[in-house]
């Protein structure tokens, strides 16, 4: 039971599912199926994947400004 309380705490540390960026994530993976190897053509999907990873990771430290780490 304790462990399911450990991941309620942090839902998107424990799947890529749980990332607001999940959708960018699939996108920049199936454009490497769809052009095997050559990554130059999904430059623009591992853009925007990491512009959202940029941001979620803002949110993230501007959430934990405001927490404790004594409450």
Do not use: W
Not at 42 to 49: A, G, N, R, S, T
Request: proline share 3%; with cysteine.
């Amino acid at each position: 039971m304790a462990t399911k309380s450990a991941a309620a705490a942090y839902p998107s540390a424990a799947r890529i599912s749980d990332s607001p960026c999940y959708l960018q994530y699939s996108a920049s993976l199936k454009c490497l199926e769809e052009f095997g190897s050559d990554k130059s053509k999904c430059q623009d999907h591992f853009d925007v994947y990491k512009e959202c990873k940029k941001k979620e990771r803002e949110a993230r430290l501007e959430r934990n400004k405001t927490r404790s780490l004594f409450s």
